[in-house]
Structures are given as structure tokens and as C-alpha cells.
């Protein structure tokens, strides 16, 4: 039985999807985008595909049609698939490294494989850098200097995030992680249980993934935790502590502390590292030491009067010689802390700000009461991916979410194959479907609102006369990200600048692991929206996480609002809102900073002003 991770799978999917293209585009073409489709729902699933298929739920992946999914099969059992060997055969063996260099599609891949008479494949993307160094891809017709800098680029970006640790996105490694807490809660000795580390702190990415459990009985833990169903390799298994491999090569480490030390194991892990060196060094002015085990007092004479009913008998461990916490709250307390969220522990003045009482109270899940930004399968002929779950599928799940209003925002029709009449009469078409749904839906109020592409010269895709269509537009950058911190903020201020333009969408066009996005003024950003009443998005898509928890806090510091969005494609994306409000939560947002926690009347209110 083979095991190909979901990046593993995605690659040889657009492998496929590449053969295709350079075989014969035209004839192939709904081939292309099945392939093109499934791979990037693949990449972008939070569950490994293999163990869906192991738990007979292959088919339930939307966007993998049947055809598909038989050939994944044949993947899984046998290692390989008879119809993509046949298929990629028909292209050059060159072309398929050279697909993992961004700038690179196939049917560049294949001009420059024969312009620079590639013949060795596992040299293309040296052979590549090299000619273009030599500047012999500026020589190559349709290409050109500013086509060969680009590349070169590329490729140079590409070797650096070789180089880097591979780290799981935020919602990925969640799922990971509850999959294994799941398993472990059903042991009868577990009394406690959180995962540790960045992922506790909500990191928009993560690494390896560790656990901690409170237990009077580590070993019996222990034991069942290794007997996790997708456990490929069992790396250590000692008297509290134990890790394994699972599914895609993730591992997963464990530790078990006594119930009455649980307190200061869960914060020292959690940390961050310069939290708790924060914490420690103010905790020695006091007359104490602190450290995973609990505290231990060094000078009584330091420490506070108010402090000393935190440390008892009932509480001394004499084997260690030191005080031992059963939970978080306590352990704080004893050092004269109130409580600190985990996402705030990042030395960024959390703990001077709980000192003096001016910790936020951030945003909360159910302070959430609507998604803005989501895409439905009604074809508006757009200029990029269209969604693929129907508007009546969406709004039953955003009553089962108990949210009073919903944002469709398909992206604007594409105005390279449309006149703008046709723009218009295409938004009206899909108007019709929103007052259509609106008639049977009471619960929840429909916004009929557009992700409208800004421009390389800032003009937005569409004209006032389908902008009036609109409750409101989020304007987002989808190309041309090689343009300077200078040129990118002057067309992002232009795009604002229309009355209707209220949303900056994924406002970096960072995507995690892939692309590191474009540089802001930042400070000319948030002047021009808090002057003109705009809104920068949190976007929660799983590979975006855009804007960060450090922009964040800046934008709500100069009194700028956000918008926490999904920007869901499809209607189970939907359920990614909390890593969108981890984000805010990192970046200090309250309730009151957040749009999407407002009443509908409130929110129209802040649309049309």
C-alpha cells in the first residue's frame, strides 16, 4: 500500500493536467481543468487524501470527480497509475520539473525545452538559469529582458524555499492535531488535554505538532497513543514522553505530566520562547524561579504579601523542592499575572499591558456574525476560479452557523472576453439568483458584493455602471506582484478610491509556503482607509492567512477596521473562519475592530457610507 502525501498527489495531477496542455489544449480541454481543479483542491485539503481514502471517503471529496478519484486508487494500491504514465509519456521529460518554477507554465516550459534544446530533465532548471544568465531566454521570441528577469527570479526563489524547513498551515496541522486528540480522548486515563506550541498559539504556520496530556497514569497514555490508526513510524516511547510519524510524514510528540503539575507544563510549552524568558526574568526580581515543573522560591523576602496564598502546602511538591500548579490560571496568578491568552504570548508588551490592566479583550468565535467574501458555482464568466458549491448550499450552512448575513463575491467577469455591457448583464444575472435565494432565505441577508480585480494600473475591472449593481466591492490584486512597494501602494490607492471599493481582499497576496506577496506603505494604506472609511480583510483561506497578526494590530492601532473573511470556493471552506479570527486574536482585535461582528443594520450602514 503506498502512502503519496497531498503535495505529492497534487504535483502529479498537474503533471497530468501540463501533458495534456502540450499535447493538444484545445481537445483537452476539460481534461486540463479537471485535473487543474482536483489538484488544487487536493493541496488545499486540511485532511492527507490517503487516509480519506483508507476511511472510504474519497468520493466525498468535492471537486475530485469519479474519474479521478478511480485513478487514485490505482495510486494508492498499486504505487502508480497506468493512465497518467501514458498520458505524460506524450510530453517532454524535461517539462515537468520545470513546472515547479512559478513563473513557468507548460507551454513555456516546452518553448524554452526547445528554444535551449533541453534534453536532460534532471538539469532543466539549471540549464534554464543558466541560459538566462547568459541572457540567451531574452534572445527566445515573446520573451524577452523583462520575461528573462522574471524567471531568473523564479528560480532563484525557488531554490531559497527548497532550502527552508517544510512547515504545515495553520488549519492543515489543526486538523492533524484533532484528529490525535480525538483518539487520545477516548483513553479513560487522559484528564486533560491541549495541543502546545505554536499551534496553541495559533501560528499561521506550524511544525512539528506537540500535545500535552494530564494523567496520573502516563504509561497507559502512552500506550494508546501510539496505537493511532495512521501512526507510520513510532519514533520514541518513553515513560512520559513519545512521538510518531503519521500520515504525510508529520510527527507528533506527546507528553504526559501529573494533574497537579499541569499548570506550568501547559504554559512553559506553550511559550512563546521570549514570553517565558519575559515571565522568568521578571519572576527572579520577585524571588522566584519558574520552570516547566512549577515555581520554586529563591528569596522569601521578595516576594509580594498578596502573592504568598498561591504557594501552600497543599500545593508543595517536597520530592522537587518546588510549588506545582494544576492549571494555567494559577500559575499566572502566583506571579501576580492575570490571565494571558495563548495567542497574545509573544512578547509583544502582553505582560506590561496586564500589569497596568489594559490587556484587549479579543475577538471571540461567536462574535462572528457573517462571511462577506464567498464565492457560488453561478458562472459569471469570471476572471478567475469560480466557486463550486451552489448559493442555497452556502446559506444553509450559514444558518447552521447562526450567521444573520452572507456576502456572495464571485470574481468579476473577465474583462479581457467581455464587452463591459456584458460585465453588467452578467452581475445582473447573478443578482437575480441572490433576490431569488433571498425570497426563501429570512434568516440570513444576502449581499450582493463582487471581488473586483485591481488592475496593473489601478483601474478596477469594472465600470460604474456595474458597480451600481453592488451593495459593495472587495478589490483584491490577482497579478503582476513583481511591481515595487511604490507602484503596488499607488495602485492599491487607486483601487480604493472608488466610493464602492470598501474591502482591500488578502491585502499582502501573500500565499504561505509559496509566494511571500508584495510590499505596502503601509503607512499610506492605513491613512487613505481611515479617511475614506475602507477595511482591510483577514483573509482566513487556509494558504493566505492575509493580513498577519503584526498588520493587524497596526491597522486597529491607527483606527482602521477589518474584515475576517473566508473567501470560501467552496461551502465546507467556510468552516476556516476561526483561523481567520486567530489571526485578529494575534494581532490584539477586539470585537469592536472586527466589521463582521456587527448587526446587518450596522454593517449596511458602514457599506454605504
Known amino acids: 500500500m503506498v502512502k503519496p502525501t497531498n503535495n505529492e498527489i497534487a504535483k502529479l495531477l498537474r503533471e497530468v493536467a501540463a501533458a495534456y496542455t502540450v499535447s493538444d489544449e484545445?481537445?483537452?480541454?476539460?481534461?486540463?481543468?479537471?485535473?487543474?481543479?482536483?489538484?488544487?483542491?487536493?493541496?488545499?485539503?486540511?485532511?492527507?487524501?490517503?487516509?480519506?481514502?483508507?476511511?472510504?471517503?474519497?468520493?466525498?471529496?468535492?471537486?475530485?470527480?469519479?474519474?479521478?478519484?478511480s485513478h487514485l486508487k490505482e495510486l494508492f494500491a498499486t504505487g502508480k497509475v497506468k493512465h497518467f504514465e501514458e498520458i505524460k509519456k506524450k510530453a517532454p521529460?524535461?517539462?515537468?520539473?520545470?513546472?515547479?518554477?512559478?513563473?513557468?507554465?507548460?507551454?513555456t516550459a516546452v518553448k524554452l525545452i526547445n528554444s535551449l534544446k533541453?534534453?536532460?530533465?534532471?538539469?532543466?532548471?539549471?540549464?534554464?538559469?543558466?541560459?538566462?544568465e547568459e541572457g540567451k531566454i531574452a534572445e527566445i521570441p515573446t520573451f524577452g529582458k523583462k520575461s528573462e528577469k522574471e524567471i531568473l527570479q523564479a528560480i532563484s526563489e525557488f531554490y531559497a524555499g527548497r532550502q527552508k524547513t517544510s512547515r504545515m498551515v495553520l488549519p492543515y496541522a489543526y486538523e492533524i492535531a484533532q484528529k490525535v486528540l480525538t483518539h487520545l480522548k477516548k483513553c479513560p486515563d487522559v484528564q486533560k488535554i491541549e495541543p502546545l506550541g505554536s499551534l496553541r498559539r495559533m501560528v499561521s504556520t506550524i511544525g512539528d505538532i506537540d500535545i500535552a496530556v494530564a494523567s496520573n497514569h502516563p504509561q497507559k497514555v502512552i500506550n494508546w497513543f501510539v496505537t493511532y490508526p495512521y501512526a507510520e513510524r513510532i519514533i520514541e516511547k518513553g515513560d512520559h514522553t513519545a512521538s510518531f510519524l503519521t500520515s504525510g510524514s508529520k510527527q507528533i510528540d506527546?507528553?504526559?505530566?501529573?494533574?497537579?503539575?499541569?499548570?506550568?507544563?501547559?504554559?512553559?510549552?506553550?511559550?512563546?520562547?521570549?514570553?517565558?524568558?519575559?515571565?522568568?526574568?521578571?519572576?527572579?526580581?520577585?524571588?522566584?524561579?519558574?520552570?516547566?515543573?512549577?515555581?520554586?522560591?529563591?528569596?522569601?523576602?521578595k516576594l509580594k504579601k498578596?502573592?504568598?496564598?498561591?504557594?501552600?502546602k497543599s500545593n508543595?511538591?517536597?520530592?522537587?523542592?518546588?510549588?506545582?500548579?494544576?492549571?494555567?490560571?494559577?500559575?499566572?496568578?502566583?506571579?501576580?499575572?492575570?490571565?494571558?491568552?495563548?495567542?497574545?504570548?509573544?512578547?509583544?508588551?502582553?505582560?506590561?499591558?496586564?500589569?497596568?490592566?489594559?490587556?484587549?479583550?479579543?475577538?471571540?468565535?461567536?462574535?462572528?456574525?457573517?462571511?462577506?467574501?464567498?464565492?457560488?458555482?453561478?458562472?459569471?464568466?469570471?476572471?478567475?476560479?469560480l466557486g463550486q458549491s451552489g448559493m442555497s448550499e452556502m446559506i444553509k450552512l450559514a444558518q447552521e452557523l447562526h450567521y444573520e448575513y452572507l456576502g456572495f463575491a464571485e470574481h468579476n467577469p473577465s474583462n479581457y472576453n467581455h464587452t463591459p455591457s456584458q460585465v453588467s448583464a452578467l452581475i445582473k444575472k447573478r443578482?437575480?439568483?441572490?433576490?431569488?435565494?433571498?425570497?426563501?432565505?429570512?434568516?440570513?441577508?444576502?449581499?450582493?458584493?463582487?471581488?473586483?480585480?485591481?488592475?496593473?494600473?489601478?483601474?478596477?475591472?469594472?465600470?460604474?455602471?456595474?458597480?451600481?449593481?453592488?451593495?459593495?466591492?472587495?478589490?483584491?490584486?490577482?497579478?503582476?506582484?513583481?511591481?515595487?512597494?511604490?507602484?503596488?501602494?499607488?495602485?492599491?490607492?487607486?483601487?480604493?478610491?472608488?466610493?464602492?471599493?470598501?474591502?482591500?481582499?488578502?491585502?499582502?497576496?501573500?500565499?504561505?509556503?509559496?509566494?511571500?506577496g508584495f510590499e505596502l506603505d503601509w503607512e499610506k494604506i492605513w491613512e487613505f482607509c481611515a479617511k475614506n472609511n475602507k477595511a482591510l480583510e483577514i483573509n482566513a483561506y487556509p494558504t493566505r492567512l492575509d493580513i498577519s497578526d503584526t498588520i493587524v494590530r497596526e491597522t486597529i492601532k491607527r483606527g482602521v477596521k477589518v474584515v475576517i473573511d473566508t473567501d470560501s470556493h467552496e461551502?465546507?471552506?467556510?468552516?476556516?473562519?476561526?483561523?481567520?479570527?486567530?489571526?485578529?486574536r494575534r494581532g490584539w482585535a477586539e470585537k469592536k475592530d472586527v466589521l463582521n461582528t456587527y448587526s446587518f443594520a450596522d454593517l449596511k450602514k458602514w457599506l454605504l457610507s
Open 26 to 69: 484545445k481537445k483537452y480541454r476539460f481534461q486540463i481543468l479537471a485535473y487543474q481543479k482536483a489538484a488544487d483542491v487536493v493541496e488545499k485539503l486540511s485532511s492527507e487524501v490517503y487516509e480519506l481514502w483508507s476511511e472510504g471517503k474519497l468520493e466525498d471529496i468535492s471537486g475530485v470527480g469519479p474519474s479521478i478519484a
Open 93 to 107: 521529460g524535461a517539462l515537468f520539473p520545470l513546472l515547479a518554477i512559478p513563473k513557468i507554465g507548460p507551454k
Open 118 to 132: 533541453i534534453k536532460k530533465s534532471d538539469q532543466a532548471i539549471e540549464l534554464v538559469q543558466k541560459a538566462g
Open 254 to 301: 506527546l507528553m504526559v505530566q501529573p494533574t497537579s503539575a499541569w499548570g506550568s507544563l501547559l504554559q512553559h510549552f506553550t511559550g512563546s520562547k521570549d514570553h517565558n524568558v519575559k515571565l522568568r526574568t521578571r519572576a527572579i526580581t520577585y524571588g522566584l524561579s519558574v520552570s516547566d515543573y512549577g515555581i520554586k522560591i529563591t528569596d522569601r523576602k
Open 306 to 312: 498578596d502573592w504568598e496564598k498561591f504557594y501552600t
Open 316 to 385: 508543595f511538591n517536597s520530592s522537587l523542592g518546588l510549588y506545582v500548579f494544576a492549571d494555567e490560571k494559577t500559575f499566572y496568578q502566583a506571579q501576580g499575572l492575570k490571565w494571558i491568552e495563548p495567542e497574545l504570548r509573544e512578547d509583544r508588551g502582553e505582560i506590561e499591558a496586564d500589569l497596568v490592566g489594559k490587556l484587549p479583550k479579543i475577538i471571540q468565535n461567536e462574535d462572528i456574525k457573517g462571511d462577506l467574501h464567498t464565492h457560488s458555482l453561478v458562472d459569471v464568466e469570471p476572471s478567475h476560479d
Open 431 to 516: 443578482n437575480e439568483k441572490i433576490e431569488q435565494a433571498q425570497k426563501v432565505t429570512k434568516s440570513v441577508q444576502i449581499l450582493k458584493l463582487l471581488e473586483i480585480d485591481i488592475l496593473a494600473d489601478g483601474k478596477l475591472a469594472i465600470d460604474d455602471k456595474s458597480f451600481s449593481l453592488l451593495d459593495a466591492g472587495i478589490v483584491s490584486i490577482h497579478s503582476s506582484f513583481s511591481q515595487d512597494k511604490e507602484q503596488m501602494t499607488q495602485r492599491v490607492l487607486k483601487g480604493l478610491s472608488h466610493p464602492k471599493a470598501k474591502i482591500l481582499g488578502h491585502p499582502t497576496g501573500r500565499l504561505l509556503g509559496q509566494r511571500s
Open 571 to 584: 461551502v465546507s471552506q467556510m468552516k476556516n473562519m476561526k483561523f481567520g479570527v486567530a489571526v485578529a
